[in-house]
C-alpha cells in the first residue's frame, strides 16, 4: 500500500465528559484516505480511571506514535499545538438550586465590589469638591442638593461601563469581544502553559 500522508491539528485546551479519549476529541486529522483517517480518528489515546487525576497532558509525538502503530504506512505532519491539556469534567445538564445561588451571589458581589470601588475612587479624587467647584465656576452660586452636573455624571459613567464591556443585557454592541473575554482568554492560556510546563517538569507528560 501507498504512503499517505496524515495531518494532525491538536488543540491545546481539551474537555471531554467520557472516560475514554480518542484522537478525535483531541484534535483535527485531514487524510486523503477516507478507511485510514476514519481508522485514526477512532484511535483511544488515553483513560481516564476512577482514581485517576482529571487532567492529563498528551504529548503530539505520543500521539504520532500511537498513530504509526496503528497504520504503518502513513507519514504524520503536526500542524497545531506540540502538547494537549485534556481534562475530564462532569456536566450536570439540570440546573438544580445550588447553581441559581452561586450565580446570585457572583451577581450581588460583583454589583457591591464594582458599586463600592467607584465610591472609593470618587472618594480619593475628591469628586464632591470637584463638583462644587465647577459648579460655583458655572452658576456663580452654591450647589442646592442634586444638580444637572452630577446626574449627567453619573448617566455618563454608566454609559461609559455599557461601551466598554460591549453588552447591553444579552447582547453585544459590536463584534469585537469583550475585554472581559479578552482577559478571561489570556488568563486560561497562562493556566494552560503552566500546567503543561508542570506536567512535563514532573514527568506526568505522556510522549
Not at 484511535?43 to 496503528?70: N, P, Q
Not at 467607584?118 to 464632591?128: E, F, L, Q, R, S
Not at 454592541?173 to 500546567?195: G, H, Q
Request: glycine letters at 8%.
Amino acid at each position: 500500500m501507498a504512503n499517505v500522508t496524515v495531518y494532525l491539528k491538536c488543540d491545546r485546551n481539551v474537555e471531554v465528559q467520557s472516560e475514554d479519549v480518542f484522537l478525535s476529541d483531541v484534535g483535527s486529522l485531514r487524510c486523503m484516505d477516507s478507511t485510514v483517517a476514519a481508522k485514526l480518528k477512532a484511535l483511544k489515546v488515553h483513560h481516564f480511571g476512577s482514581g485517576d487525576a482529571k487532567r492529563c497532558v498528551i504529548s503530539s509525538l505520543y500521539l504520532v506514535k500511537l498513530m504509526e502503530e496503528t497504520c504503518p504506512n502513513i507519514t504524520v505532519q503536526i500542524v497545531g499545538e506540540p502538547d494537549v491539556l485534556v481534562e475530564q469534567i462532569d456536566v450536570d445538564r439540570h440546573k438544580g438550586w445550588q447553581q441559581w445561588a452561586k450565580c446570585g451571589l457572583v451577581c450581588l458581589v460583583s454589583f457591591f465590589g464594582t458599586a463600592f470601588t467607584i465610591m472609593a475612587y470618587h472618594n480619593d479624587v475628591g469628586i464632591n469638591d470637584v463638583f462644587t467647584e465647577i459648579y460655583r465656576m458655572v452658576m456663580d452660586r452654591e450647589p442646592q442638593g442634586l444638580n444637572t452636573l452630577e446626574v449627567s455624571y453619573s448617566l455618563g459613567l454608566a454609559a461609559g461601563i455599557i461601551l466598554f464591556f460591549n453588552h447591553v443585557g444579552g447582547r453585544r454592541i459590536t463584534k469585537d469581544p469583550t475585554p472581559i473575554e479578552v482577559a478571561m482568554r489570556n488568563y486560561e492560556e497562562d493556566v494552560d502553559k503552566a500546567l503543561i510546563a508542570t506536567a512535563g517538569r514532573e514527568g506526568k507528560e505522556k510522549e
